[in-house]
């Protein structure tokens, strides 16, 4: 089976001065976690769509899922972790207790501030995670990567033909996720920047998946006024 998971356990910090989490803030006439459940929802290969949100806020997901999509059977709202690996272990937990979980069992974990994914990087994550059992969906680096490992002078300048910038969603069987990261050492789970690292750190291989330049994630004010803009440009196609 496959599992939609988003991630929308986040307080949104970075988006300013706001007064609910930034996947609650509206554009074109909706939440913007709306607009990224509506684009799994149009997906026939999901056996459901698991999003987690922050306790304090589950009610209110639940309210605007109703609102603006309806009552679904295909749509469960739960309670995120601490983390965001953790997030993503309650709704492996969520699958086991619900469904039945096994070595075929695949999760496609994606943030809920990134509603421009597009239904063929769907599709290349669920047929990569069955066939390599890990992709991370990445484009490109344009810019040249600098790296410092003290925030005061250059460590080392990788090339950027070997660098990407990686996007979400991220997808996995979700057994081996699970069974990794609980493998994992508290040193180890704290240098974590994403779930793809949990298997990489263990040498198992992440397969790539493109991405598009427009798949942004919405952090910052700035990007709330890229997204009405492209919102406008999908209108008018």
Known sequence: MVFSVILAGGTGNRMGNTD?????????????????????????????????SPSMWIDHTKRIISKYIGESDKIT?????????????????YIEKNYTLDDDTIIVTHDSVR?????RIIKENIDAAKKHGAC????????????ST???????IPERKNMY???TPQSFKAKQ????YRSLT???????????????????????????TYNIKITYPYDLKIARSLLEDEEND
């Open 20 to 52: 609910k989490p930034k996947q609650f803030l509206t554009i074109k006439n909706k939440p913007i976690i709306i607009h990224t459940i509506e684009k799994f929802m149009s997906e026939p290969h999901f056996e459901k769509i698991i999003v987690l």
């Open 77 to 93: 709202v739960i309670a995120g972790g601490d983390t965001r690996n953790e997030t993503i272990m309650n709704s492996i937990d």
């Open 115 to 119: 509603p421009f994914l597009t239904h």
């Open 136 to 147: 991370d969906t990445v484009i490109p680096a344009t810019d040249t990567i600098v790296e």
């Open 150 to 156: 003290d925030a005061n002078v250059i460590s080392a």
């Open 165 to 167: 910038q990686g996007q």
């Open 177 to 180: 996720l699970r069974d990794i």
């Open 186 to 212: 508290d040193d180890e789970k704290n240098i974590l920047t994403d779930a793809a690292k949990i298997l990489v750190l263990k040498g198992h291989n992440v397969h790539l998946v493109n991405g598009e």
